[in-house]
């Protein structure tokens, strides 16, 4: 995740580690169908910017998609 002004990050309840220019990461481990989203400096859950599924609109969670599962 890039944030450059965010002193922490945060997704689905896990810390992410600076990674240096602004860049946070890590490792989740969610589920095909959960949700999620990035918390920065605590603040409330925000959507995922690259997100390929946004079923509850575009400021909703977004929800981690298998594209393996489809055809």
């Given amino acids: 995740m890039w944030?450059?002004?965010a002193a922490t990050v945060g997704a689905a309840g896990h810390r992410l580690?600076?990674?240096g220019a602004?860049?946070?990461a890590g490792r989740i481990g969610l589920e095909a169908g959960e949700d999620y989203g990035f918390e920065l400096?605590?603040?409330p859950a925000l959507p995922d910017p690259c997100s390929?599924?946004?079923p509850h609109g575009l400021r909703g969670p977004s929800r981690v998609?298998?594209?393996a599962r489809f055809t």
């Fill in 41 to 43: 400096d605590g603040g």
């Fill in 22 to 24: 602004g860049m946070f």
């Fill in 3 to 5: 944030a450059p002004n």
């Fill in 52 to 54: 390929r599924w946004q």
């Fill in 65 to 67: 998609l298998d594209p």
């Fill in 17 to 19: 580690e600076p990674d």
